[in-house]
């Protein structure tokens, strides 16, 4: 498989994209905070499509891992990983994968229901962790970790999937997107 260019541009850029909307933060007490990460994921999902979506996440997670501060708050390392909320920066991985997945389908309301499965996945991954880490009874941590998001995070796979539309028709005009790609704008 040959990658182009204008693929890694492609998927670099929305790596910076999802870096930069993960520096802004809210603190909350259980030390999982209210960023902009879950919206950024699900665009850049929506946006490249699975392969490239996904890609662009994974790179963002190593760069994190490795000490770049990429995640919330401008932190990284891998103790982020194994932490209170390692499991939702796992979980982002599934989330632009669905996300990506359900673009490539014809109905608009199955693209936003993948989506929102990924955001499912993402949050079971995000309190199963923090109720192993926190050594909190799982209806706890779901409590602690989950409910106070959910609204907050639908909000922002639907928010991402109307934005990532106009993205999408922009870079296809511009001739940046593939023609498999193109075919789901």
């Not at 929506?46 to 891992?65: A, E, M, P, R």
């Not at 990429?70 to 499991?87: E, H």
Request: aromatic residues 10%; glycine residues 12%; positive net charge.
């Amino acid at each position: 498989m040959k990658i182009s260019t204008k693929t890694i541009v492609t998927v670099g850029m929305f790596t910076a994209v999802l870096s930069v909307l993960s520096i802004l933060t809210i603190p909350m007490p259980t030390g999982v905070p209210v960023t902009l990460q879950t919206f950024a994921m699900a665009l850049c999902g929506y946006v490249l499509g699975w392969k490239k979506g996904t890609s662009s996440t994974l790179i963002y997670i190593l760069l994190g891992t490795v000490g770049v501060p990429v995640f919330a708050g401008m932190t990284g390392g891998p103790s982020w990983l194994a932490g209170y909320s390692g499991g939702f920066i796992w979980g982002f991985i599934f989330l632009t994968m669905l996300c990506g997945v359900g673009m490539a389908q014809k109905q608009i309301w199955l693209r936003v229901l993948l989506g929102l499965a990924g955001l499912a996945v993402c949050h079971l991954l995000g309190v199963i962790q923090f109720a192993i880490v926190a050594a909190t009874p799982f209806p706890a941590a779901f409590v602690a970790v989950s409910v106070p998001y959910i609204v907050k995070d639908v909000i922002s796979v639907v928010g991402a999937y109307l934005v990532a539309i106009p993205i999408r028709k922009a870079l296809a005009a511009g001739n940046i997107l593939e023609e498999k790609t193109k075919a789901a704008v």
